[in-house]
């Protein structure tokens, strides 16, 4: 049995949990949103207040996919009630970001300004970074979906990757920049 397939998900208050076939629907007070379950050997039900995601039978298919759906589905509920959020660090000379409407637009050394639309359900938040010189710039990506923020700030981040030497780039707040040492004479 796998560890974290059989695990039951606890049901918060405010949120409210409809299957319907192979489709779970999750509504709680961030949103809603409905996972579809695609293997034939997986089912879920809801039993005293928790959802119990078994599988039907032991081949490597229904192994693999038992702990996916049950993760997937955990996040859906999770997503409902707390924000899943991401930070990312723009550092760099000039560098600049703004959310303006249903954009957010990013000065990030290139001619023109690169432009990122934001998916459904997704938030941004910019705002100038903690450091005393004031080059670094913070950016918030938030929302219900923890799939579709990840997948957002993954974008932004490619944008403009972080270089070695400067450390001048797009990288998460949580993400450790490697940094290369410059030239050096060749005079002692």
């Keep these: 049995m796998s560890r974290i397939g059989r695990l039951p998900i606890a049901i918060p208050e405010k949120v409210t949990v409809a299957i319907d076939g192979n ?16 293997s034939r050997y997986i089912t879920a039900k809801v039993e005293d207040g928790h959802i119990i995601v078994e599988r039907s039978a032991d081949v490597k298919e229904a192994r693999a996919a038992h702990g996916l759906y049950r993760q997937l589905i955990a996040n859906l509920v999770n997503g409902s ?14 560098y600049r970001a703004a959310v303006q409407g ?11 300004p690169v432009e990122f639309e934001l998916p459904a359900g997704v938030k941004a938040e910019a705002k100038e970074g903690d450091d005393k010189d004031k080059k670094t710039l913070q950016v ?16 932004v981040k490619a944008a403009r990757p972080v270089e070695p030497y400067h450390g001048y ?20």
């Design 23 to 38: 489709v779970v629907k999750v509504k709680g007070p961030l949103g809603e949103g409905e996972q579809k379950i695609s």
């Design 81 to 94: 009630v707390t924000p899943f959020t991401k930070t990312l660090i723009i550092a760099g000379v000039g």
């Design 102 to 112: 249903n954009k957010l637009v990013l000065n990030i050394g290139f001619s023109h």
């Design 169 to 188: 780039g797009i990288h998460y707040s949580d993400e450790v920049v490697i940094r290369k040492e410059g030239k050096t004479s060749g005079k002692k």
């Design 140 to 155: 918030t990506v938030s929302g219900m979906s923890k799939e579709a923020v990840g997948q957002f700030a993954a974008k």
